[in-house]
């Protein structure tokens, strides 16, 4: 019953992501994919409970280095989402050679 | 904290990362809508380490502080040119993460038949993931060559592979055991997979394979969600198999091609084109920079070389002196210039670009015949009349910038050689074109250099 209940709230979201992301203008398309990318690092959570749920010497090394993967994914891309972000806001950088027309 | 906070904890996450990816629709709220997310993950984090299946956590803090070093350290040093590799790398980090979920999983006792179709699923995603987005990194940083790699069986290959991969599954699902043999068959398979299915596709491609991979990692984030009975999981990651699925149709369609064409053809492995012969006629910087003074309309088309030779401040520069010079100057984007989606409008805004100068390709084309010159700064494939005009040509029936219908047009190009497609370029041979041979930014600067003398 569990399962059906997980493949509802799977379904539920798939259309959810379609209806959220198809009118996107294609300027933000990088910082899109690299923020959706951040988000597939999810799977840390996942990571966590395997790292620390205790089950046996082998899962809890196999979930650590999941964790440290997950993180990887995580925190870079939301640091470079941030990073190109920055770049689309109207900005007075001093150190910019020559001014705006 | 009881299984029900550690839920409402997800709930509130789930709803955080939905508002985010909304606000990441617009450019105005994007930076906010990327904060809200970010926010999103440190709570779904917070919450699963307060569950109280969580006994040990030595091996937790540092493996996070470790990777988050690792990224943290990744994300500040990448220039931004080389943004599409090190997206594929952390999408391949993600997938990595999820097959080993997956494995670890497999330790759980009493697993039932359906989840543990759930953990053969999540490594075979996972590791498609990351052995794909490993050999799309390397394609992407020249590591290795970016060309289609097409040999004779490669389907017959590919289906055995396939095959052993269902047969492998299967076993492990039967005789679920840590120590099985089909474990490791399965995890190498799905590795070998990933490799297999990203060699035949050709660098102009990129844009594509690089938002389907980022819907595989979302996937087997879905898939270990499944493994694991987490449902914050399977949100996030059919949230991101979505939105990966959909990039991926948009660079599809302004490639004219189905995604299954992509996938199992490589670029200029099927037909051959006809010879395109003629002479090119080059120009000097100064005879350029007289017909660059005298235009009142200037658009130019950047590609992937542009971002090759770290071109985009002095084109902008560029721009600068021509507005001020009285010519209306724009920048026609094609949607899969560049190696990712997007990637062109990431480099001109790194270089101070105003975003109303940027236009795309539906609505320059009506207006190219007005334009007195356009300037083609490492772009070959999207400006090829040959997709126009060639019933034979490879990249026949992709919609193209039309630079050709411009009075006049400038090729920045290194040499006579042909794009990452391998197709010859009929334009180089037009008319009304003119090449400047050179170093794109080196060519630029000396027209920059023209002017301010």
């Known amino acids: ?101 | 904290m009881s299984a029900e906070l550690v839920n409402i904890g997800y709930i509130v996450a789930a709803a955080l990362f939905i508002v985010g990816l909304r606000m990441l629709g617009s450019p105005a709220t994007a930076v906010r809508g990327n904060t809200w997310s970010a926010w999103a993950m440190l709570i779904a984090i917070v919450v699963t380490l307060l569950d109280r299946q969580i006994i040990t956590f030595e091996w937790i803090i540092g493996g996070a502080i470790v990777g988050a070093a690792i990224g943290w350290w990744a994300a500040k040093k990448v220039e931004m040119t080389s943004m599409p590799e090190m997206v594929a790398l952390f999408n391949g980090s993600g997938g990595l993460s999820s097959l080993l979920v997956g494995w670890a999983a497999l330790y759980e006792p009493n697993n039932t038949l359906f989840i543990l179709i759930t953990i053969a699923l999540s490594i075979l995603i996972g590791g498609v993931t990351f052995s794909g987005s490993f050999i799309a990194f390397a394609k992407l940083a020249e590591v290795m060559p970016g060309k289609a790699i097409v040999f004779g069986a490669q389907r017959l290959v590919n289906a055995l592979i396939l095959g052993g991969i269902v047969v492998s599954s299967v076993f492990l699902c039967l005789d679920p055991s840590v120590t099985s043999v089909w474990l490791y068959v399965l995890i190498g398979l799905s590795l070998l997979f990933g490799v297999m299915a990203v060699i035949p596709i050709g660098g102009a491609d990129m844009p594509v394979v690089i938002s389907l991979l980022n819907s595989y990692s979302g996937l087997a984030a879905c898939a270990a969600g499944f493994a694991i009975h987490n449902n914050i999981l399977i949100i996030a990651g059919a949230l991101v198999g979505a939105s990966g699925i959909i990039l991926t149709q948009i660079m599809c369609k302004a490639m004219n091609r189905s995604l299954a064409n992509v996938l199992f053809s490589g670029f200029g492995s099927v037909k051959t084109a006809s010879k395109v012969e003629g002479e090119a006629k080059p120009i000097t910087a100064e005879d350029a920079f007289l017909i660059l003074e005298s235009a009142s309309s200037v658009t130019f088309v950047p590609g992937y070389g542009m971002a090759v030779a770290q071109a985009q401040h002095v084109v902008r520069e560029l721009g600068e002196l021509l507005e001020k010079n009285g010519a209306e100057v724009t920048y026609a984007i094609h949607p899969v210039a560049g190696r990712m989606p997007g990637h062109m409008n990431v480099l001109l805004a790194e270089a101070n670009v105003p975003y109303d100068q940027l236009v795309e390709m539906d609505d320059i084309n009506p207006r190219m015949s007005n334009i007195d010159v356009a300037v083609v700064i490492g772009a070959n494939d999207v400006v090829n009349p040959a997709a126009r005009n060639d019933e034979n040509s490879p990249i026949y029936g992709m919609p193209i910038i039309n630079v050709d219908h411009a009075r006049t047009v400038f090729v920045l190009k290194r040499s006579m050689a042909s794009g990452f497609s391998g197709v010859d370029n009929p334009l180089f041979f037009g008319e009304n074109t003119r090449m400047l041979f050179g170093d794109a930014k080196q060519s630029i600067a000396g027209l920059v250099a023209e002017f301010k003398s």
């Open chain 1, 1 to 101: 019953m569990e399962a059906v209940f997980l493949a509802f709230v799977l379904m539920l979201s798939i259309f959810l992501g379609f209806e959220l992301i198809s009118k996107v203008p294609a300027t933000l398309h990088t910082p899109l994919m690299s923020a959706s990318n951040a988000i597939s690092g999810i799977t840390v959570v996942g990571a966590l409970i395997s790292a620390g749920n205790g089950i046996s010497t082998v899962s809890t090394i196999l979930g650590a280095l999941a964790v440290v993967f997950a993180m990887i994914n995580v925190v870079g891309g939301y640091m470079v989402t941030n990073r190109m972000l920055g770049m689309f806001k109207k900005k007075v950088d001093p150190n910019a050679k020559g001014g705006k027309a």
